[in-house]
């Protein structure tokens, strides 16, 4: 099988990119977050890495007040905050006001310092069940298609 981005024959990870689950080579995984790792032949992928990928992590919905009232908390300005995790100023402000959504890494650090949870696992199944529409209890298009063919 091919890379689904660059089609490059060495094909072994399985990632989500832009919310579609894609098989890409190694050099296209860095598009997108590693769900999934194919053991190499011969030999097997680093199992501390398998693990991680194959466990999915979302962060919360109200990640910018958690991480301001935990600052707030500790009596600390965002310009100690961000010294303290060895990050911008700007970058914290935003993402407590909502404007940007820190990295994985950023997000555990903040987790680690403020000693708060940002992150959730998400089961894959999960997801799928978000996006599909509620069943209507009226009639739909296949419906009239039917009731006029039965006329005729």
């Known amino acids: 099988m091919d890379c689904e981005l660059c089609g490059r024959h060495e094909v ?9 689950k894609m098989r890409v080579c ?3 995984s860095r598009f997108g977050k590693v769900v999934y790792v194919e ?12 693990k991680k990928a194959d ?5 919360v919905d109200n990640y910018s007040s958690l991480i301001k009232q935990a600052r707030a908390k500790k009596g600390m300005s965002t310009k100690e905050l961000s010294a ?9 402000d935003r993402i ?23 992150f959730e696992s998400v089961d ?8 599909k529409p509620k069943q209507s209890q009226g009639l739909t298009l296949g419906d009239t298609v039917d009731i006029k063919s039965k006329k005729k």
Request: with cysteine; aromatic share 4%.
């Open 55 to 59: 466990i999915e992590l979302e962060m």
């Open 26 to 28: 190694e050099n296209c």
């Open 96 to 118: 407590e006001k909502g404007q940007a959504v820190p990295t994985e890494k950023v997000g555990h650090k903040l987790e680690h310092f403020l000693k708060i949870k940002l």
């Open 39 to 50: 053991p190499m032949e011969g030999g097997s992928a680093d199992a501390s890495f398998q």
């Open 12 to 20: 072994r990870i399985d990632a989500m990119i832009d919310g579609i």
């Open 124 to 131: 894959e199944g999960a997801g799928e069940n978000k996006l």
């Open 84 to 92: 303290a995790i060895s990050e911008k100023e700007s970058f914290i």
